[in-house]
């Protein structure tokens, strides 16, 4: 398997960051060990199996931009006494490769409406590190699809580009509007088992984006400990009518309490939800109330 070094950041769900301040990256620190500096974006150990270098970042569903940085270095043992003027290109050859390199969706690349980037970066003389801001407009992407925005430094004032880090794909998910963090209250019930039956409250849980009009949830039993067996527990949502479906990828028995109006309320952004599982003499299910409180980091 390939080795891929991925430096996660918080909200557009695009895994590129920070929406409303969703945008919590690091990059490495930069390895000024080589004999010949360089100018690089440090992103990790190099690859020799011709993999790419990412970085990722989570979008948050909103229309103002999402601020994204990372960094570019001069890797050497002294500073220089004069500015460097680094020039960025968007690659997508450099996309291609990550797409060949790595199993899974292809990525596609960031459409030009949807980000801004400056096309060149000073490293102020006496500094070997300077931040490359991005912005991403989520509004232009959609949930569903995988995005890249493959970034190479074309020049370097003269100085030596490094060759195993002159270029990142930096992964962008775009965050719907379901993402967030929401407290927690319910009632659950496992058939012969008092104990985990019961209800329970006062809890938060992350509801995660799966797409456009889904997002991935996990339950628990009263004592507040997870319930295994649903793996792959999500909420889909028809944006038309607000009406829920619960599926379970690890789990075909699953489905909603045909009693119960499983929703959404777009008002209050609350989820209203009631299914079950299995069959007896191990029946199982499950009614949650969540409310969103607040984006997640």
């Not at 990256?25 to 000024?32: A, V």
């Not at 004032?157 to 195993?164: A, F, P, Q, R, W």
């Not at 927690?184 to 019930?189: H, I, P």
């Amino acid at each position: 398997m390939k080795k891929e070094n991925i430096l996660k950041g918080v909200a557009l769900m695009l895994s590129v960051t920070v929406l409303t301040a969703c945008l919590k990256n690091k990059n490495e620190q930069p390895d000024f060990s080589s004999t010949v500096p360089v100018v690089e974006i440090p992103v990790g150990s190099p690859m020799g199996d011709g993999s790419v270098n990412s970085l990722s970042t989570s979008l948050i569903q909103k229309e103002a931009p999402n601020e994204y940085v990372f960094y570019i270095n001069y890797a050497a043992s002294t500073i220089k006494t004069n500015d460097i003027k680094v020039t960025l290109g968007v690659n997508p050859a450099v996309i291609a490769n990550y797409n060949a390199a790595h199993s899974g969706a292809p990525l596609t690349i960031v459409p030009s409406a949807a980000f801004s980037m400056p096309s060149s970066i000073v490293i102020p003389a006496g500094q070997r590190r300077v931040q490359v801001p991005v912005k991403f407009v989520s509004g232009a992407l959609d949930p569903d699809i995988s995005y890249g925005l493959p970034v190479t430094i074309t020049d370097a004032s003269g100085e030596v580009i490094s060759k195993n880090f002159a270029s990142v794909v930096i992964k962008v998910a775009v965050r719907n509007k379901y993402d967030g963090v929401y407290s927690f209250k319910g009632y659950v019930f496992r058939e012969g088992d008092p104990v985990l039956t019961g209800n329970f409250s006062g809890l938060s849980k992350n509801l995660i984006t799966n797409g456009a009009k889904v997002v991935d949830f996990s339950q628990v039993w009263s004592n507040g400990g997870d319930v295994a067996g649903i793996d792959g527990l999500r909420i889909n949502v028809d944006p038309a009518t607000n009406k829920v479906t619960m599926t379970s990828s690890a789990n075909a028995t699953l489905q909603n309490d045909p009693a119960y109006d499983n929703r959404y309320d777009p008002v209050t952004k609350t989820f209203y939800l009631s299914f079950k599982w299995g069959t007896s003499p191990a029946t199982r299910s499950a009614t949650d109330t969540l409310t969103f409180t607040g984006n997640r980091p």
